[in-house]
């Protein structure tokens, strides 16, 4: 199975797709996260490019995958690109993680931490103007998009959670004495909440995965 990787990051999918004996190509535009990436997956082919021009032939590859890298693509031109080097029949997909806060206190650290990536807002959040819409909205290069969700979670303590808040993009902008409250506030959530308080928890999370399959011919106008 050929696999891309689009807007790889680092690597955290490539990894797992390696695994799995995908032949993988890593693509991603950004210098540092793909010099991060090369040292981390010295066996795995990774390229400079972007959704909007992969450096791959035409129908070279069985699947395109993005791990919440989608919000960067400009999708009017990343989706005849993607079509461009799939092979008919083959699949564009987009996985998005969300915190499950049909559980009490995720939502409650959702709150305080200002964090749009829950369940609850995915599920309300209006098609227009998202990548997600783009993509639920169809196209001539695809098939009607499939949709599933699927429950995972991942090992934390409080302090590996607060590192981890801490690089989202809400706080990398913020100020830093807003910054050091607000990291200050979510520590003393965690400690205070039975399910957090004492060593490492679960961290409830959601997979959110959308599939849409090339067509097997391009549109007339293209």
């Known amino acids: 199975m050929r696999v891309v990787d689009l807007g790889a990051g680092t690597g955290i999918l490539t990894g797992a797709l390696a695994q799995l004996g995908a032949d993988v190509v890593a693509v991603e535009p950004d210098q540092a996260m793909l010099a991060e990436l090369r040292r981390q997956l010295p066996g795995v082919r990774a390229v400079e490019g972007s959704a909007e021009a992969i450096p791959l032939p035409d129908q070279s590859v069985d699947a395109v995958l993005c791990g919440q890298a989608m919000h960067w693509f400009d999708m009017d031109r990343a989706l005849p690109e993607i079509a461009r080097v799939l092979t008919p029949g083959g699949v564009f997909a987009g996985l998005w993680n969300v915190d499950d806060d049909r559980v009490g206190w995720v ?3 959702a709150a305080i931490s200002m964090s749009g990536a829950t369940l609850s807002r995915w599920r309300a959040t209006p098609e227009a103007d998202t990548e997600q819409g783009a993509l639920r909205a169809g196209s001539s290069w695809f098939a009607p998009v499939e949709e599933r969700e699927f429950g995972n979670g991942q090992l934390r303590s409080a302090d590996s959670l607060v ?4 690089t989202h993009s809400r706080m990398l902008v913020a100020d830093d004495p807003e910054r050091a409250r607000t990291l200050a506030t979510i520590r003393d959530f965690l400690h205070r909440q039975p399910e957090t308080s004492a060593g490492e928890f679960t961290l409830p999370l959601v997979t959110v995965a959308l599939r849409a399959v090339r067509r ?4 007339r106008s293209a």
């Open 107 to 109: 939502a409650g650290l």
């Open 216 to 219: 097997p011919y391009p549109p």
């Open 163 to 166: 590192a981890a808040i801490a």
